[in-house]
């Protein structure tokens, strides 16, 4: 489970901490207020404005069990960023950006996504995640849609597109276009649960 920050994020939360424990789930940027009652199994934390913000946050749910993680910075880097001690370091593969200036999603690699909740979702697929419920994904507000519509979705379709034996949920909304044999889209917080067990019942 991916919990981003934007308005279904708070809606689907609660019912998704419920889902049984064997679910991970991953948030960043402090979006875990969203949950009451869980831990976040992985926590992002990426640029270092987050870095800076969501420190302590990230340092309370290290203590309580979750795992920190961010990217593989250098020595220099890391300092600049003030990125704190992490559990996971995620290493980038160098690719060419595309005609828009992005990077392209690749199958069991990590590449430069620029977003927090990129990183988070890739994370989730290249860990081999059955099935990833998308929650708070639904893109930026209307004064930064044009990178909702530029890069969030072109690339969440890329990971869909090209992860064709992980079942994708999506809660909420989406502001881009999204489709795939394998992606169901839900905006009831109460259909969660069943959707979920079907999905995991479909590829067990």
Do not use: W
């Not at 276009?177 to 992606?183: A, E, I, K, Q, R």
């Amino acid at each position: 489970m991916v919990l981003g920050g934007s308005a279904s994020g708070a809606a689907f939360a609660p019912v998704a901490e419920r889902l049984s424990m064997d679910c991970h789930l991953i948030t960043t940027n402090g979006y875990e207020r969203h949950l009451k009652f869980r831990v976040p199994d992985y926590y992002v934390l990426i640029d270092d404005v987050a870095c800076a913000r969501f420190e302590s946050q990230g340092r309370d749910i290290q203590h309580s069990g979750g795992r920190l993680i961010t990217l593989d910075f250098n020595a220099r880097e890391a300092a600049v960023r003030k990125v704190p001690h992490c559990d996971l370091y995620l290493r980038t593969a160098r690719r060419p950006r595309n005609s828009e200036g992005f990077i392209d999603f690749e199958p069991g690699v990590m590449v430069e996504a620029g977003f927090s909740g990129l990183y988070a979702l890739q994370f989730a697929v290249n860990m081999g995640a059955l099935v990833v419920a998308l929650m708070g994904m639904e893109g930026y507000p209307r004064t930064e849609s044009l990178a909702s519509i530029m890069h969030i979705g072109p690339f969440t379709q890329q990971v869909i597109t090209q992860s064709p034996g992980t079942r994708f949920i999506f809660c909420g909304v989406p502001q881009y276009p999204l489709s795939g044999g394998n992606v169901t889209f839900i905006e009831n917080p109460a259909d969660l649960p069943g959707v979920f067990a079907e999905a995991l019942k479909e590829l067990c």
